[in-house]
């Protein structure tokens, strides 16, 4: 997978928009005023994504390529670090997942402008 197609992965949510606040290296997806996505290629295409707390160790646990979120709270956010063997069906249902926790978290007239 190329940075290009995780951007596309991640434009296909509704109501997501791209920012680039932390530098051109890091291209961060929201919705609303909220991320819920930080996309970087400068060591190997990563993406950080919210996770539920509880759904955070597991992740860690299970998979190689699955990294407590870098730079971000530990405790909500993952990093997913895209290599050749990368489980491609997990990802999208993580960036899925992540969407839908900050989804959640807009307020109604929020989510209604979405």
């Not at 709270?73 to 997913?80: A, P, R, Y």
């Not at 489980?87 to 979405?114: A, H």
């Amino acid at each position: 997978m190329e940075i290009d197609q995780l951007v596309k992965l991640c434009m296909a949510q509704k109501g997501t928009w791209e920012d680039r606040p932390f530098g051109p290296e890091h291209i961060v997806m929201k919705v609303g005023k909220k991320l819920y996505a930080i996309i970087s290629d400068e060591t190997g295409l990563r993406i950080n994504l919210k996770c539920e707390p509880d759904f955070v160790l597991t992740l860690v646990d299970q998979y190689d390529n699955i990294t407590l979120g870098y730079h971000m709270n530990k405790k909500h956010w993952i990093t997913f670090i895209v290599t050749e063997d990368a489980d491609l069906n997990l990802l999208k249902q993580l960036v899925e997942d992540s969407y839908n926790l900050v989804f959640k978290s807009l307020t109604k007239r929020e989510q209604r402008e979405r």
